[in-house]
C-alpha cells in the first residue's frame, strides 16, 4: 500500500505561482509512473500531468501545457504551477501507478493510489 501525501496548496492571484508536492510516506516513489489530476466543483476528475518512473517522459493536458511542469525526484513529485488562471481553481491530487500493470496516462482508472488532495483557488 502507497498513501500519497499533497501539499503546496493555498489562494493565490490570478498571474501567481504555487507548487505542489506530493510524497509517499514510508516508501520512495522512484518506481512508480505519477499522475496529477484535479477536479473543480461540480466537475469530474480530469488530467493534467503526468511523468514516467524513470522522469523521462511527461505529459499535459492542453489546458495547462507551456504554464505548468511536472518534475520528479526519489521521493517526491512535483507540479510547478505558472500563470495561474481562476479556471484553474480545484482540489489537485496526485495518483500513482504501478509498473507492470496497463497503463493510459490520462486514464484515471490506470493509476493505483491517490492522495487526498490539495486546495488550489486562483481569485481573478
Known amino acids: 500500500q502507497v498513501q500519497l501525501v499533497e501539499s503546496g496548496g493555498g489562494l493565490v492571484q490570478a498571474g501567481g505561482s504555487l507548487r505542489l508536492s506530493c510524497a509517499a510516506s514510508?516508501?520512495?516513489?522512484?518506481?512508480?509512473?505519477m499522475g496529477w489530476f484535479r477536479q473543480a466543483p461540480g466537475k469530474e476528475r480530469e488530467f493534467v500531468a503526468a511523468i514516467a518512473w524513470s522522469g523521462g517522459s511527461t505529459y499535459y493536458a492542453d489546458s495547462v501545457k507551456g504554464r505548468f511542469t511536472i518534475s520528479r525526484d526519489k521521493d517526491t513529485v512535483y507540479l510547478q504551477m505558472n500563470m495561474l488562471k481562476p479556471e484553474d481553481t480545484a482540489v489537485y491530487y496526485c495518483a500513482a501507478h504501478a509498473r507492470g500493470r496497463p497503463y493510459a496516462y490520462t486514464n484515471r482508472s490506470s493509476y493505483n493510489y491517490w492522495g487526498q488532495g490539495t486546495q488550489v483557488t486562483v481569485s481573478s
Open positions: 514510508a516508501r520512495t516513489l522512484s518506481t512508480y509512473n
